[in-house]
């Protein structure tokens, strides 16, 4: 080749050196080869004044078809590996593990460790391995069946997971990767290229993630920049301009999102792509074969029709990224998953896909070639479809599809097969602040009613409701707390060995029972030091209070009830006379105590008392409840000297809380524990075969004995005497109060009449059974 320098030649008609000379010299700034040596060939020759430069165009070879007919079979790869950078990794992809997948693993290591073990013994464990290969199976697939999202699009961002550019080369016959957006640069995170399946051309769009740290390097991860959306448009152009259809492979977590791509206009990008797929005259097929992210995603996905890989996912938001929105944390992102919906069975039912191609057992990294011919057959399918369609109906096609996406109609009957799916909306209390400010707003909606006397106190169904939440986040917290402080696995498998214990009709071990509370005592030493132990126990606190609270909405309900039923019972005529009657005799009689009255009218008064109650207690029953004891009057003033002595009080409660102490504590031992378990067993008996009569005699039999120990224990404790003793001085209070008291029989009268109308009756347990 020649080159000839700027300067200048004074070439005159009576020089007699000719241009050859010249241009042979390299003295004159010409360097090359002498133009007569090239022999004959095709000259050209440029003529000007004084001056001729001849030169010949050399014949070259022939250019060839990129796929020869007959390719070399020693090149590795074959012949598709020279058309491109992708080439085929020089070492085997490492496996990779995912959390869900370690029980596999250890049957895997099972079975070669009983390979091992034949080889090298000699023995036949033919069977043993036929076994552990059955169960590796058989748990394959209940795992692989039975996925959550968060699994799914952990399989979907799968190392090992076939690329974009994997599928074209086992699914075409011929590809050439087309490269450049004509605007200065070539986006390796976007791959385009015209392909043969079946003798059909195609337009093949991808998204190309790195099989490697290197290539995701080189890729970028598969995020495009706002040339590799550039490239894609260009070549959508061309394919609609020589009628291609057009197939896109959708694989990336978004479009890249830093300041230069959005300064070389990220957005406008994309949206110009959206806005042209929808005017393209040629049909367009998507598949999501790994994760389609935002925008990213739908940049080259605007097609007639969606289709996805079993375990692909597609997304507006990342689960992470929506976690972290909504829940601060991307821990939560397994429920995110699960609300966002982005599965391919979801998405398919919420009509934004429109297939779903199958994958092996494992997920497509276990079996790409057969992956990919799946692939195929849907495109061909789809293609075949299309095929049938003018241009025309083609975009009216693609334009329906979206349309309907999200289409509802207000008013409709809902269909019962799709009600039957629907959820009740939960409400999600994750934020402690946003719980908090929820029962506040409760608390002092009750105190305000307490203040005013009003009817709005809450409702127990509001009660109820704010209850059941608490549980169940006292239930989570529990579960965070097991897993800090290490003991999740060991409580589950207690959980299970208590199940098991449970339904079997027989008395439960005593060594169980002690591995029990063996457990629940460190988990309760040891809950301290969990990071949510605040948390949980101002969550306890509030479930407290709500249930106080409950109670005495329930009590305050009742006694309404009761007070109402009281006055209907005390207001019935043969009931009132009664009462006038004796009331007007003991006025006549004059006697100032009942002491001083005429014994028949004493049996009188006495036998009308017992009336009342006998109407009350029937009021009480018929609202299925017992009247245990009745309180006797407050305004007697003996009982107000002893409601007044503080220190009895104090001694009263005291005594109590040690019985129920003692109590607690007899009921916790080994022996009570065995005959308790036993008596829930032989209730259980009972109820399947009612009308046995050894069977209740069996349960009264147990109860007894426990009844017995239980009061053989505090006895020897010393609680029995204490009772005594306290007893003797309440009496004597209530003596010596009756002493100084001047009450009237008028007065007495005057009470009981009061406490009748009002029909206020408190019904007390015994502080000691």
Known sequence: MASISHSSLALGGASSASASDYLRSSSNGVNGVPLKTLGRAVFTTIRRKDLAVTSRLKKGKKFEHPWPANPDPNVKGGVLSYLSEFKPLGDTQKPV??????PLVELEKKIVDVRKMANETGLDFTEQIITLENKYRQALKDLYTHLTPIQRVNIARHPNRPTFLDHIHNITDKFMELHGDRAGYDDPAIVTG???????????????????????????????TPHGYRKALRMMYYADHHGFPIVTFIDTPGAYADLKSEELGQGEAIANNLRTMFGLKVPILSIVIGEGGSGGALAIGCANKMLMLENAVFYVASPEACAAILWKTSKAAPEAAEKLRITSKELVKLNVADGIIPEPLGGAHADPSWTSQQIKIAINENMNEFGKMSGEELLKHRMAKYRKIGVFIEGETIEPSRKVNMKKREAVFSDSRKLQGEVDKLKE??????ETSSEDEPSSEVLNEMIEKLKSEIDDEYTEAAIAVGLEERLTAMREEFSKASSEEHLMHPVLIEKIEKLKEEFNTRLIDAPNYESLKSKLNMLRDFSRAKAALEATSLKKEINKRFQEAVDRPEIREKVEAIKAEVASSGASSFDELPDALKEKVLKTKGEVEAEMAGVLKSMGLELDAVKLNMKDPAEQTFAANENLQEKLEKLNQEITNKIAEVVRTPEIKSMVELLKVETAKASKTPGVTEAYQKI???EQQIKQKIAEALNMSGLQEKQEELEKEIAAARELAAEESDGSVKEDDDDHE?????????MVNPSFA
């Open 445 to 450: 909606q009750i105190l305000k009613a307490k």
């Open 97 to 102: 593990t995912l959390d869900f997948e370690k």
């Open 700 to 702: 009264e039999a147990l």
């Open 194 to 224: 015209i392909g043969t399946i079946d003798g059909k051309r195609y337009m093949f769009i991808g998204h190309q993630k790195g099989r490697n740290t290197k290539e995701n390097i080189m890729r970028n991860f598969g995020m495009p």
């Open 754 to 762: 009061d406490s009748s109308e009002s029909g206020k009756s408190e």
